[in-house]
């Protein structure tokens, strides 16, 4: 028997024995077939495909050969020949194995089939090969932590022996993942290097070329190579930055260095993760259980461009805050897709008892909510995150700081992000540049509803923690419907540098101050942010329902016209998306409101008439969370909708001169995408949409028209105009209260907790049903917004002054909201001095029975 016949018989034994326990889980794309390809202007280039790993391995060889046999791929361990060319096998190693020196191998080799092909292309331009790395890995953990098991028996950045090897096998056949990268032209690598590096051997260059890029997929799925806890906090305490941080805190509270030292080191107990590859496995199948279990799919959007970023990037996830799912929810849909799971910035309210020690281990470091007249905890926190960033591991932190309560996205938080800005122009060009990438995640049913319609509506909040998940599991119905996770337009660092003229700033030390310009780009980050998780939302059916229901007067539709309004509603999105990242659902209006039916948010009411649908019983408090998710989508044609059917008839340049002057308090409530300056052709889109849809007519003269009262159309327009009533309502009453006071005779502090207390009345005297409405962030967002565009200004006192400009924005409510609302704003803001010193008297002393409170907890 020759040679050649016994090395296939061996082969194809080998392959058998090792699909009984290998299954691999393929990544990414699978490649092509390379056909023969010509030029109209030149000969016809024959390509061969020849697939490349970076360490010599036979099972991996064996591996990739059953893969691409089972894609029906050119087979890894089949003979090719180019053009009289022959090779044994398509598949070579950059890290050759020379088996004819086994005993004083030489320190580098290049790969002999590598040479032999490039010596062949080289002399045959018309010939080419196409070089398909793969990466195959067995298991997934860095080579970190303390555990000899998972050293011994998970594929790790070193190059396992062969017994360590047949351990990957037996323990992960299961759990080994392949990834075919994209092609590259062997041709032109060759041309590359000759022209780059003319004094080098293109086997050298493209050797180097192609285990650069080997080393940078799989850092995408095990991580950077990290050292294990021990040595990263021993690092950090011996570091420089800490090491003064400690003699400074020796000085300042009057302690030997040794217990400053003591101190550093309780600190870094508290916030370092302890990475664990058997943590993140374990949360991995309990999460597959519980998802089984609470919901009927996670449905995840848009992720292959995480996986194109994290070849080349500083990977920094910034999703919303809905839930405490949300961080297992992230992590488990990153880790199952063949990433490494990112560092999760936790509050240090949930490092509790082995519940902080299971977060630790799925990666989560703490942070206190805090960090004001603690120097030390600021400098050791600091370095933490600097060596986090300098490993090129992945992050995450809730931009937002908190879970949001009302379903909007909050005002962001920005201490995290401008101590990742800081450390990373701290470290220069060491590292990746940092993208963040923007997540949406959409729920269908809250765990924490019922908890956030109490905090909302002035009970006291509960602490966020573990155990408050619980006691919300066991009161909740096990009907949670679908969830969705959809990742963002990426927000690249090095572009908002570029656009503050921050490009070239270094800083050198942790405790530099943040420059003017740096600032702007923390605030500009944040921003960016917020408005590109609103791009990624995903419209789904609970959503629109609410959306829906809450516009009309007692929450109920007719069957049918409840139909038609979903529908067009659809229509619309499909027509003119908000986004190309936006997600909707492709249910109809029939099927929406039976998905409704059976996650118990809405009820049909039999009719003879026709039947009628309606909010479920104590449902419509929490529905307008979920209306909130997707308020920004719908919050110009509302807007538009709001002011035609309110005036009957209105002109386009009317309508856009009151838009135009509305929108910059809109678009800081809810981190609207649009610049002043696209408006008007947005409005015209819009405009042109709902003429299509028949919600308004275009006559003649160029109007905009009204459908006559008590149409459907009109009906389905009224409905359409409600969801930015509630914000135009919140801007009246700040308005009038201003203007009733007079200039100078109130602060914007007095204004905002005035208008919070107001908008707790009227949501009980006139059911708006909308917690949001008194939220004092949303009134912060507004004196905001009036000071940035010069409407009022302070006095030396503190008090408000405003001109005449100023009232007109007040006239504007006039073309929206009607006279019975106007009156009632009207009224309720008239305060004598007297009524405003005892409201705030009032205030004052609840406040301070509340931080009272918090002190005692």
């Known amino acids: 028997m020759s040679k050649s016949s016994f090395g296939q018989i061996y082969r194809r034994l080998s392959s058998k024995l090792l699909d009984l326990v290998v299954t691999p889980h ?31 391995s036979r099972s991996n060889a064996l591996v990739v050969d059953g893969e691409t046999r089972r894609l029906k791929l050119q087979a890894a361990l089949d003979p090719f020949q180019l053009a009289g060319h022959q090779e044994k096998t398509a598949l070579l190693f950059l890290q050759h194995q020379d088996e004819t020196n086994l005993v004083n191998p030489p320190p580098y080799a290049y790969p002999p089939r590598l040479l032999r092909l ?27 932590e303390d555990s000899l098991f998972k050293l011994l028996f998970t594929d790790t950045w070193a190059t396992p022996s062969k017994v360590k090897q047949l351990m990957n096998i037996s323990l992960h056949g299961r759990q080994s993942y392949l990834e ?32 650069s890029y080997l080393d940078r997929q799989r850092e995408v799925v095990l991580g950077p190579d990290l050292s294990d806890r021990r040595n990263v906090m021993h690092s950090l305490i011996k570091s420089e930055e800490v090491q003064d941080a400690i003699r400074k805190e020796s000085v300042r509270s009057k302690i030997s260095l040794i217990e400053a030292e003591r101190r550093a080191i309780g600190f870094v107990n508290e916030i370092a993760s302890d990475y664990s590859y058997s943590a993140v496995r374990f949360a991995e199948m309990a999460l597959t259980r519980l998802w089984t279990q609470l919901y009927d799919g996670v449905e995840v959007h848009n992720f ?14 910034t999703p919303c805050h809905r839930s405490h799912i949300d961080y297992l929810l992230l992590s488990y849909v990153i880790f199952r897709r063949g990433m490494m799971v990112p560092y999760i910035a936790a509050g240090d309210n949930l490092n509790l008892p082995f519940v902080g020690q299971l977060l630790r281990g799925g990666g989560a470091f703490f942070i206190r909510r805090s960090f004001r007249g603690n120097a030390l905890y600021t400098a050791v926190f600091k370095e933490y995150l600097y060596s986090i960033l300098s490993r090129n591991t992945p992050l995450e932190y809730f931009i937002e700081g908190g879970r949001s309560r009302t379903g909007r996205l909050l005002p962001p938080k920005t201490g995290m992000l401008a101590m990742t800005i800081h450390s990373h122009l701290r470290n220069g060009n060491k590292s990746k540049p940092i993208v963040f990438v923007p997540t949406y995640i959409g729920y269908e049913r809250l765990m924490e509803g019922s908890t956030y319609v109490g905090e909302m509506q002035g009970k006291p909040k509960e ?54 310009e740096i600032s702007n780009v923390v605030n500009s980050s944040a921003v960016a942010i917020l408005e590109n998780i609103n791009r990624a939302a995903v419209i789904n059916p609970v959503s629109l329902l609410s959306l829906i229901l809450l516009g009309t007067p007692k929450h109920t539709l007719d069957e049918e016209i409840c139909i038609k309004q979903l529908d067009t509603y659809r229509n619309l999105l499909q027509a003119l998306p908000y986004d190309a990242r936006m997600q909707v659902t492709p249910l109809s209006g029939k099927e929406i409101i039976r998905y409704g039916l059976k996650l118990k948010l809405i009820k049909r009411v039999p009719h003879v008439l026709g039947d009628i649908i309606a909010i479920e019983d104590g449902q419509a408090v929490l529905l307008t969370y979920f209306r909130n998710n997707i308020l920004h989508a719908f919050i110009l044609p509302s807007l538009i909708a709001a002011l035609v059917e309110h005036n009957g008839k209105i002109s386009q340049k009317d309508l856009i001169n009151v838009i ?15 610049q002043d300056e696209e408006l008007p052709e947005q409005i015209n889109q819009y405009v042109t949409a709902l003429a299509k849809a028949k919600l308004i007519d275009i006559d003649a003269d160029g109007l905009l028209n009204s459908p006559v009262r008590n149409t459907e159309d009109h009906n389905q327009l009224a409905v359409l105009a409600a969801p930015v009533i509630h914000s135009l309502e919140r801007y ?20 905002e907790e005035l208008s919070h207390l107001l908008g707790q009345r009227l949501s ?48 504007y409510a006039n073309l929206v909201l009607d006279d019975a609302t106007l009156q009632m704003l009207q009224h309720i803001t008239s305060f004598t001095d007297e009524e405003l010193k005892e409201a705030l008297d009032a205030l004052a002393a609840q406040n301070a029975k509340k931080r009272l409170k918090r002190k005692k907890k």
Not at 124 to 133: A, G, K, Q, R, T
Not at 184 to 195: F, G, K, N, P, T
Not at 765 to 771: A, C, D, K, M, T
Request: glycine residues 4%; hydrophobic residues 40%.
């Open 118 to 144: 490039i010596e062949f292309l080289q002399k045959h331009p018309e010939c080419d090969v196409e070089l398909v790395p793969v990466t195959v890995l067995w298991g997934r953990s860095p080579d970190k």
């Open 26 to 56: 393929v990544l990414g794309e699978v490649p092509s077939e390379t056909p023969i390809t010509t030029n109209a202007e030149q000969a016809p280039i024959q390509k061969v495909v020849c697939y490349v790993l970076q360490n010599h």
């Open 463 to 516: 602490a966020e923690s573990i155990f408050g998940l619980v006691k919300a599991l066991r009161k909740i119905e096990r009907i949670f419907g679908k969830v969705h996770v959809n990742f963002g337009e990426p927000v690249f660092l090095n572009d908002l540098l570029k656009q503050h003229n921050a490009q070239d700033f270094r800083i050198e030390h942790n405790d530099d101050p943040i420059p003017p």
């Open 180 to 211: 075919f990268h994209p092609a590259q032209s062997l041709q032109a690598l060759i041309a590359e290097a000759s022209e780059k590096h003319p004094n080098l051997s293109p086997a050298t260059c493209i050797t180097s070329q192609l285990n």
């Open 764 to 811: 009980v005297l006139h059911e708006f049903n909308s917690p949001e409405f008194f939220d004092k962030a949303l009134f912060q967002s507004f004196m905001k917004v009036l000071t940035q565009r010069g409407y009022i200004s302070t006095n030396e006192d503190g008090g408000l002054i405003f001109d005449e400009e100023f009232r007109n924005i007040a006239k």
């Open 660 to 674: 135009c002057t509305l929108y910059p308090f809109l678009k800081a409530e809810l981190f609207l995408k649009w």
């Open 732 to 751: 009246c009453m700040m308005l009038a209260l201003i203007t009733q006071r007079g200039p100078g005779n109130i602060s914007t502090r007095q204004v």
């Open 304 to 317: 292959s461009m995480v996986r194109e970023l994290a070849k080349d990037y500083q990977i920094v996830y």
